[in-house]
């Protein structure tokens, strides 16, 4: 009785506070949070109102720690703590309210399923011709998580295992239209080791700056987008200690490298690619 536009959030006051004060921190403010308009919010509504996981753990939270319940196994790199699972799905559920500015995704990838491990948030598509892929004909297209050993076994779930690293796969305009900016609770997804955007003519803005808290991103790959989207690239993203491949191609917006380079340590990248695209400023050597 609490789903969709009959949930009054003074009904469920108590699971919102804690489920709030999960999230607000210097990537989601408690401003944005007030705004009852932003995709915080609505993600926000949709945890403590609809997402039967994420309600589970936070009604089964340990009332004298605050602690919510153990996951089943966790991911390799958030552990097995509820709060990770409850803050991923509020990072995706943001960015799927953030990119639907003009309406919902022509295709869903039943993303927001309330009963279903964010895992199971995508669906494989058949590969175009001169299309490759590591997974082969079939191209999985939205989040994806990896089993921690064998890279290529997509995981459906946490059920038997942890989960290793995950991959956002936003490609393919005849499967899905993106439309809005991305939004920075991208940063919450610390799994990511992949983040790859192609064919959506509907972004605008730029790279939010909180991929710089995407320690295990390895590989960074915008291509075909439209003339809104680009921007300064974040110096935050060179950075990242496991990043190796930054990829532009046939962009139409105009694309700014950083006039300086945020780095503490020895960075990994073995190549910057760029084609067809719009590029002002120095590109950074390693």
């Known amino acids: 009785e609490e789903a969709g536009n009959t949930c009054i959030i003074e009904n469920v006051q108590d699971r919102y506070d804690v489920a709030e004060s999960m ?4 990537i989601t403010s408690l401003e944005t949070l007030e705004n009852t308009t932003s995709p915080q919010w609505k993600a926000l509504e949709w945890i403590v109102c609809e997402d039967e996981i994420s309600i589970k753990l936070i ?3 340990d009332l004298t720690t605050g602690l919510l319940p153990k996951q089943a196994h966790g991911t390799k790199v958030g552990g097995d703590a509820g709060e990770a699972q409850v803050l991923r799905r509020y990072a995706l559920a943001t960015f799927f309210f953030a990119t639907s500015e003009r309406g919902p995704w022509s295709e869903q990838w039943d993303f927001l399923s ?3 491990h964010e895992c199971s948030w995508h669906q494989n598509v058949t590969s175009r011709q001169g299309e490759s892929f590591p997974f082969g004909e079939l191209i999985p297209v939205g989040y994806v998580c990896l089993h921690p050993e064998r890279s290529l076994e997509i995981m459906l779930s946490d059920a038997e295992t942890e989960l290793g690293h995950t991959a956002f796969n936003l490609l393919r305009s005849d499967v899905i239209n993106l ?3 991305l939004p920075p609770e991208i940063g919450y997804l610390e799994d990511l080791t992949a983040l790859l955007l192609q064919d959506q003519k509907g972004l605008r803005g730029s790279i939010p700056s909180t991929v710089g808290n995407l320690a295990n991103l390895q590989s960074i790959t915008f291509s075909k987008s439209g003339p809104y989207f680009g921007g300064e690239i974040p110096s935050s993203l060179f950075a990242l200690p496991s990043l190796q491949y930054v990829t532009l191609l046939l962009n139409e917006g105009v694309w700014e490298f950083p006039s300086t380079i945020e780095s503490t340590q020895e960075n990994s990248i073995k190549g910057i690619r760029i084609g ?11």
């Open 59 to 61: 009604d089964g939270r």
């Open 276 to 286: 067809n695209a719009i590029i002002s400023g120095t590109i950074p050597s390693y």
């Open 114 to 116: 309330p009963d279903a």
């Open 179 to 181: 439309t809005g900016t």
């Open 23 to 26: 999230v607000v921190s210097d």
